[in-house]
């Protein structure tokens, strides 16, 4: 089965410059998490979706940051205006609700954001 | 609240020698999760091993181990005959249940170099 996929791998932009990062979550999970992980920080939860919808977005950092699950195959996580401090990697994760693996969170290869 | 500390920030061996890392967790939940993630120096994250708070049994996967003790709040990670392939940095994580349905509370990791 394919894991989490995660574009870009990488992206440059300028501040002031829209960002858009994509995640398709594993086939058969019902839960989406955005991760972000920095030096300073470590890895900090943003937000999560259960079936679709987000239910705890208490760690997006400010209204920049915007995040949608449109269906069960895809999610954004957008940041406008980008500024330098957002330069980070950012994960996304899936999980599943049956027994055996749940909240077992399998994560993408992560994209590096770089915010000039 | 929940929190994962890791006192070890680096660790370095050389190959073939025993390494135990170290993972000391805050819950007042007396139903909870505990993980162990890898970070290979490509950045992924990759789920080892998850443990439920009611098994206290420790595990054991080949060259890896786990010992879970709730008395101490502890769950440390031993690998065995390390190998240079198991440089990378190695994160403890917590989730409650019942909590933000699967939200992962990770520790800052411990960076592991193993020297041929």
């Known amino acids: 089965d394919a894991g989490v996929i995660q574009s870009p791998r990488h992206e440059v932009t300028e501040m002031g410059q829209e960002v858009t990062l994509r995640c398709k979550p594993i086939s058969g999970h019902n839960s989406l998490f955005w991760y972000r992980q920095t030096m300073m920080r470590g890895l900090e939860l943003l937000i999560y979706?259960?079936?679709?919808?987000?239910?705890?977005d208490s760690g997006m950092p400010e209204d920049r940051f915007s995040a949608k699950m449109p269906n069960a195959s895809f999610s954004t996580l957008k940041i406008q205006p980008s500024e330098p401090r957002d330069s980070a990697v950012y994960f996304c994760?899936?999980?599943?609700?049956?027994?055996?693996?749940?909240?077992?969170?399998?994560f993408g290869a992560g994209t590096r954001l770089s915010v000039l | 609240a929940q929190k994962v500390t890791q006192a070890q920030t680096e660790i370095s061996v050389v190959e073939k020698e025993d390494v135990t890392l170290d993972c000391v967790y805050e819950?007042?939940?007396?139903?909870?999760?505990l993980f162990w993630y890898k970070q290979p120096p490509s950045g992924e994250l990759v789920f080892l091993i998850r443990?439920?708070?009611?098994?206290?049994q420790n595990e054991i996967s080949g060259r890896y181990s786990w010992n879970f003790q709730k008395s101490t709040s502890s769950f440390n990670f031993t690998i065995t005959a390390s190998q240079v392939v198991d440089s990378a940095v190695y994160f403890c994580a917590l989730s409650v249940y019942g909590g933000s349905q699967g939200n992962l509370i990770f520790g800052k990791g411990t960076k592991l170099s193993v020297k041929p």
């Open positions: 994760a899936s999980s599943s609700s049956s027994p055996d693996r749940v909240y077992i969170q399998y």
């Open positions: 443990r439920n708070s009611f098994d206290e």
């Open positions: 819950t007042r939940d007396t139903t909870y999760y």
């Open positions: 979706f259960n079936n679709n919808v987000p239910i705890d």
